[in-house]
């Protein structure tokens, strides 16, 4: 089993920076890729970043230039720098870690971006 606890959500006025981190603990040395993805009310969830075990790295085009993804494999935990934060992208951010044998979620953390 894995599991993953995500943090750093909140509210931040247009233009500003969040931090989201995503720790994972279980077995974690059966994890590959990790990621984020993102929902918004009434919307479908989508990719947000990906990074692998090798830290290659996969982003959105609506957030790349803005948003960085890092893993640290000692800490097992992945990170999601968000800049240049614009209303669209408030949504609940989802981490997920891939395994051989399947994707496990953590549970959301609320994004809001508002003046």
């Known amino acids: 089993q894995v599991q993953l606890v995500e943090s750093g959500g909140g509210l931040v006025q247009p233009g500003g920076s969040l931090r989201l981190s995503c720790a994972a603990s279980?077995?974690?040395?059966?994890?590959?890729?990790m990621g984020w993805y993102r929902q918004a009310p009434g919307k479908q969830r989508k990719l947000v970043a990906t990074?692998?075990?090798?830290?290659?790295?996969n982003y959105a085009d609506a957030v790349k230039g803005r948003f960085t993804i890092s893993r640290d494999n000692a800490q097992n935990t992945v990170y999601l720098q968000m800049n240049s934060l614009k209303p669209e992208d408030t949504s609940v951010y989802y981490c997920?870690?891939?395994?051989?044998?399947?994707?496990?979620w953590g549970q959301g953390t609320l994004v809001t971006i508002s003046s």
């Open positions: 279980g077995s974690i040395f059966s994890i590959n890729a």
């Open positions: 990074i692998t075990s090798g830290g290659s790295t």
């Open positions: 997920y870690a891939d395994r051989v044998v399947d994707r496990v």
